[in-house]
């Protein structure tokens, strides 16, 4: 029932049309005339003017003639970088970009998927749920379209994403993630003169980060400074010095104890580091952007969508495999909505390089599961 012709061509198509982050205008435009022809409405928001996309988020809609709350299903039509004039090329069953840029699969053939699972509901006359499929920009940036997402719009109180490598695998767990930037500052000196009347901002940060739990913390729990700069040259005690850094944790009382632990030894060592100069106490201070990146997701394995999802995969003989993931995505803001949200996998692999592919056969087995998923929904 699955056309495999169909869904080469789609995938050739979408493929060839480039889309990186925050120009996704061209797909857009694509993807709205396609969903129209298979009969649904399509919505836009306004996000792509406040960050800087020439795009918006899509909101489509598929009635489908029977009763029930609608399923939602997630994809996002930016692609990493490079993707200048990307040049599908299909061998012995699988595609793979022709130069050196990336080939888009992700999250592409999510989109294909979709759209193959939606002619064979409308071919075969199968009566379904009302289908609401979001299609994010920028999630390559950091989830920033799904985080300004328009969720008055959406009914849905349970969804998939399609937006995960290999195939029978459904993620249930991600971990949410705290974002930080630091700057210190301290005082500046001659370092060869006076280097007593400075306070040097380079030796606070690295006093408090080896302080510091980082790594992985436990098997939940990791904790990163992945970003360091400041000072101006050899002989002068650093003024300033900026770090940027993250925790990750799939237990939201770890992430906030590492948090605080990260914070507190910084704080901490800005505290301690101080000088007498001329009959006055200087200080070193600090100031500290922290922000929530992306809330947990941890949908239980009673949650209903994955019962649906195993129960479709029992029935084709394909039991799906309930994994953790160890990033984010647009399922976690979803999940932080309130909408029960799993990411199944694509089939596309080896993402985020120029060796990145998909084969269709994968593309046909996904396709397949969607049906029996949205049939049984
Ligand atoms: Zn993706």
Redesign the pocket.
Known sequence: MINSQRISEEFQRQAEIDSPSYREAAMADYLEKRFRVLGGSVEYDDVGAKIGSDSNNMYIRIPGGKNGDPLLLSV?MDTVTPAENVEPVLKNGIFTSAGETILGA??KAGIVEIIEAIEVLKEQNIPHVSLEIVITIC??QGLVGAKHLDFGRLQAKQGIAL?TTGVDIVINRAPAANRFKVDIFGLEAHAGVCPEQGISAIEIAARAIARMPLGRIDEETTANVGKIEGGLASNIVPRQISLCGEVRSHNADKLRLQTELIVKALEDEVDRARIVLNGETRHASLTLELHEDFPLMQVPPEAPILQLIQAAGNHLSRPQEIRAAGGG?DANIYNGQGIEMVILATGMSK?HTSNEQVSVEDMVRVSELLVEIIRRA
Request: net charge negative.
């Open positions: 996002h992700d999250d999630e390559e937006d995505s993402v």
